[in-house]
């Protein structure tokens, strides 16, 4: 479930997950990988924790970023000074669009992950990523 309290120069998303996130085992955690990456974009950050995975990715100017987490109950702080906020559904689930500075943002809940993808991309580009992700298991 999202909440979004949105101030003047910023909005709070904050996520909330029914059950103990802290104590699922490493082998029930699934992350998910990239199907579809646009030509000529290099890795620059590959970073997977327990709780978390970071993509970033960079071609000249352009910029990917993709973050996969268990949702617990927590909060985002993203910029929203002048921006352009929606409430979507994407793939199937709730989530929150962001067009901010040329920047553009999705963000949603799926199966207890919070999943991130973002970037400098034209707005299909960044829903066509992050359409096509699929389990690594």
Known sequence: KFIVETFEKFSRITFQREGDYKNI???DINFYK????PEGFE??????????YNL???RGEDIISFSQS???AGNM?????????????????EGIYFLNKGYHTIVWLEDGYLFYVAGTLEKDEIFKIGEN???EN
């Open 77 to 93: 702080t993203v910029d929203t000074e002048g921006a352009q906020i929606e409430d979507i559904t994407f793939r199937g689930f």
């Open 25 to 27: 085992p490493p082998e």
């Open 70 to 72: 268990i949702a617990g």
């Open 56 to 58: 970033e990715f960079s």
């Open 34 to 37: 990239l199907k579809y990456l």
């Open 133 to 135: 992700l699929a389990p």
């Open 43 to 52: 890795i620059l950050i590959d970073q997977k924790g327990y709780h978390f």
